[in-house]
């Protein structure tokens, strides 16, 4: 997970991005046909087992504001869910959103408890190919629909106290994440670089960003590593923007993608066209508008673009 001080978009993504907009908004020309409506197009892309069914079933960590959480009445909010029901209304299915642990959103997918699952998923190699850090197969991986990007911010007590901006200087410190994460990937590369530094790197993993957070806000870890978004909104609104902040730049800007079994290809298409719908009808800006997240903008839609 990874989920703004509002930087420019990283250029790698945005061209990553930019070139499969080409060859997605390229299609065939001679303009005989008259253009067929996109929303009916998607709708009749749906597999259907869920066409029948009504409904789109998905696996979320609702932890993680502002991306995804409860809200005050108790339902799923954020960005994600805003997202998901705008998908669900141009393919005419129900949301119905399966609150999921982080770590076994992918399991229960394969174990086809919901049929996809949307919780800041970096698409990552690791994750598409169903395997850990040292290669070793865990699983049958998942392909991936990418809809968002998003960097990891370091986040601090407010007022920087030890004077924290680059990964570097996480060295010799204790350093909080969430367990299974982006953050959690890129921590364990730091490590290996602090000893090498001799300035050992101690992290403390658990399995919410909140308990994360909690340890920084307690002053047990110096730090801990976040989706940018999910940094930005703990900065700016725990304890009224008085109890964390947000340094350094961001560092791998990856996509946030929507999860599938890698058989489910009729539903991966199918989403990936509900995608460009939704970016192209204005509704997706309106919606990164709303959660202060517009510079993670993706042009459209692109199939396991992640690095």
């Not at 009445?73 to 805003?82: C, E, F, H, I, R």
Request: aromatic share 4%; charged share 25%.
């Amino acid at each position: 997970m990874h989920h703004r001080r509002h930087p420019r978009r990283p250029a790698a993504a945005a061209l990553t991005l930019a070139t499969a907009g080409t060859l997605l908004l390229t299609g065939c020309g001679g303009g005989e046909e008259p253009a067929k409506d996109p929303v009916q197009t998607a709708r009749g892309m749906v597999p259907k087992a869920q066409r029948s069914a009504g409904v789109l079933r998905i696996g979320s960590d609702l932890n993680y504001a502002p991306v995804d959480f409860r809200g005050t009445d108790g339902k799923p909010d954020g960005l994600d869910p805003d997202i998901a029901n705008g998908l669900g209304k141009i393919l005419d299915l129900r949301i119905e959103i399966v609150d999921t642990p982080f770590a076994k959103l992918i399991p229960n997918l394969h174990g086809k408890q919901f049929d996809v699952a949307m919780s800041a998923l970096s698409d990552i190699r690791q994750r598409r190919e169903g395997v850990d850090d040292a290669g070793t197969r865990t699983d049958p991986g998942v392909d991936f629909v990418d809809y968002f990007i998003a960097g990891s911010s370091i986040t601090v007590p407010k007022g920087n106290p030890k004077g924290i901006h680059t990964l570097d200087d996480l060295c010799g410190r204790v350093v909080s994440v969430q367990q299974g994460t982006t953050q959690d990937e890129i921590i364990g590369r730091q490590v290996t670089a602090c000893s090498r530094a001799g300035k050992p790197l101690t992290v403390h993993k658990f399995d919410s960003d909140a308990k994360a957070l909690a340890e920084v806000a307690s002053g047990a870890a110096a730090a801990g590593l976040n989706d940018f978004p999910v940094a930005a909104y703990a900065a700016k609104t725990t304890d009224g923007g008085n109890r964390f902040e947000v340094t350094g730049a961001q560092s791998k800007s990856n996509p946030y993608g929507i999860a599938l079994r890698k058989e489910d290809t009729e539903l991966r298409d199918a989403l990936s066209k509900a995608v460009d719908q939704l970016i192209r009808s204005g509704e997706y800006d309106k919606i990164l508008a709303k959660w202060n997240v517009s510079a993670g903008a993706a042009q459209n839609a692109v199939v396991n673009g992640g690095i």
